[in-house]
């Protein structure tokens, strides 16, 4: 059974910083496409960055510059660092695993509860 458990999120002002994590359980991520997907109240589901087999990586465009996603596989933990965070980037934050790379949002299969980001004027 894989268990995805996101962590870090909270309440902060805007033009702070956040690091979220990703650990897994059950599954060795290390070759795997893991994706930080978000959703505001109100908004679809959208994916904010990805990183998979071999360090490639996916931003969404309004997030260029500001988010950095990385890994440690030595600690099977994918963390998604936020900067400069502003009141949109608020909402629920989620981590998901696409086992076969697929490039594809139907590709993650594993999927985390989610934690709250929220950035106050």
């Known amino acids: 059974q894989v268990q995805v458990v996101e962590s870090g999120g909270g309440l902060v002002q805007a033009g702070d910083s956040l690091r979220l994590s990703c650990a897994a359980s059950?599954?060795?991520?290390?070759?795997?496409?893991i994706g930080w997907f978000r959703q505001a109240p109100g908004k679809e589901r959208e994916l904010v960055a990805s990183?998979?087999?071999?360090?490639?990586?996916f931003y969404a465009e309004s997030e260029k510059g500001r988010f950095t996603i990385s890994r440690d596989n030595a600690k099977n933990t994918v963390y998604l660092q936020m900067n400069s965070l502003k009141p949109e980037d608020t909402a629920v934050y989620s981590c998901?695993?696409?086992?076969?790379?697929?490039?594809?949002?139907?590709?993650?299969?594993?999927w985390g509860r989610g934690t709250q980001v929220t950035v106050s004027s």
């Open positions: 998901a695993v696409d086992p076969q790379g697929s490039r594809t949002n139907s590709g993650y299969i594993y």
């Open positions: 059950g599954r060795t991520l290390r070759r795997d496409t």
């Open positions: 990183i998979w087999y071999g360090g490639a990586t």
